[in-house]
């Protein structure tokens, strides 16, 4: 009897991590925000797009992920485990900060009068914290995985689907009674936000900011709905054998996918799909497509083991934050840096898009091209760390 305990390591996670924070890249950084393909838009207010399903599901993984690493914790509150949690929130909130802070510097920096001094300059381009953003991705991601880990180590695992529901409900009940569909300044999720972080440190769209105090409530419970899954993918089976393991996984997944999927679209007839306001249906049918997803990638990777050509995102998998981080960094310096070109100067972004590609490719399709050099040329440096086997955990 072969008494070697089955592997529970799937390449798969790695994979649909990297996909998502390729896609997170690609969709902040076309040629031209005038030019893009319709897929790779935001849905302006109600709605789903491809795009609009990217940041989710690397929160839903996210999710996964923290029960994974919570396990070793035997998920008992300690000393030791909230420190480390504290201490990853605060890492990632600030680091999302400090992204906001360094492309305020540098673009103001590049576009500052000729007449300030350098001290002047330099003064004005340091000094913007008076107007800085607050909230954004990366603070949403420590938010949610700090509220998703204290609660996975405080609160029995099965009464976390409770918890999950009751979020949900509350916060569309508040949707409800604060006119939180409409896309002004009435909404009470602007109302909130203008209140408590004020309009100079906010996200500019109608009064509503798509990572706001309030819209953080589902997206904990997105977060948990990602560890629940974890529990059942994980857990659900112990079976020693690994195929049984996967199939076990897949079932569980395409399960959990179909209902949450179904769930979220037949409930959106009353309360519509909405990315920016994080909308209980859009957590339910984005945590569903992206189970299917994982499901997906599972049979293709693990089970059927057609691994080549899944290398480029595992790149970006096995370091998600950092890849994320650095494509953030390089496209503000891409932005602000420029020189010289003709009787004026071009920064290196506006050089590669309308010099370089667009008279190659169109308008549309040039902004495309960029998006996927963009990507590639983030994805040599976090090859580079793959192949050394350089993890740097954030």
């Known amino acids: 009897m072969n008494s070697t305990k089955v592997s529970k390591r799937i390449l798969a996670l790695d994979i649909l991590r990297g996909v998502t924070i390729a896609g997170m890249i690609m969709v902040n950084n076309p040629g031209s925000w ?13 709605g789903l797009t491809p795009t609009d ?9 996210m999710g996964i992920s923290t029960y994974i690493s919570l396990k070793k914790y035997n998920f008992e509150f300690s000393h030791a485990a909230g420190m480390k949690i504290l201490k990853r929130t605060i890492v990632i ?19 500052a009068p000729d007449d300030l001094s350098f001290g002047e300059k330099l003064w004005a381009s340091v000094w ?33 689907p409770y918890l999950i529901a009751g979020l949900l409900t509350g916060y569309f009940i508040l949707l409800m009674c604060g006119n939180g569909f409409a896309y002004n300044e009435t909404n009470i999720l602007s109302v909130v936000d203008r209140a408590i972080l004020t ?74 799909i909405n990315k920016k306001i994080w909308s209980p249906t859009y957590v339910l049918v984005t945590c569903g497509l992206a189970s299917s997803f ?15 050509w899944s290398m480029f995102f595992e790149a970006f998998g096995v370091n998600p934050l950092f890849m ?52 590639a040329i983030n994805w040599c440096i976090g090859y580079q760390l793959y192949k050394r086997k350089i993890y740097i955990k954030i």
């Open 34 to 46: 005038g030019h893009i393909y319709a897929p790779l838009r935001h849905a302006e207010w109600n």
């Open 53 to 61: 399903l990217v940041f989710p599901f690397f929160m839903f993984i």
């Open 93 to 111: 909130f600030l680091i999302g900060m400090a992204i906001g802070w360094f492309s305020r510097f540098c673009y103001y920096w590049a576009s």
């Open 128 to 160: 913007t914290f008076d107007r800085i953003r607050i909230l954004g991705v990366m603070q949403r991601l420590a938010l949610c995985y700090g509220a998703a880990s204290i609660i996975a180590l405080t609160m029995k695992h099965k009464h976390i």
């Open 199 to 272: 309009p100079a440190h906010m996200y500019k769209d109608n009064g509503i900011d798509p990572e706001g105090l309030l819209s953080t409530i589902p997206a904990i419970a997105h977060v948990l709905l990602g560890f629940c899954v974890g529990r059942l993918m994980l857990d659900g089976n112990k079976s020693e054998d690994r195929a049984s393991f996967l199939n076990s996984q897949l079932i569980t997944l395409f399960l959990v996918g179909v209902i949450l999927t179904f769930s979220g679209f037949l409930l959106s007839y009353g309360c519509p």
């Open 294 to 308: 994982l499901a997906l990638l599972i049979w293709i990777i693990d089970v059927k083991g057609y691994k080549k």
């Open 324 to 375: 994320y981080v650095l494509g953030g960094v390089l496209s503000i310096l891409f932005g602000s840096i420029s020189f010289p070109w003709g009787n004026s100067s071009i920064s290196i972004h506006g050089f590669l898009y309308n010099i370089v590609l667009m008279p190659v490719f169109g308008e549309t399709a040039g902004s495309l091209a960029f998006a996927l050099l963009f990507i």
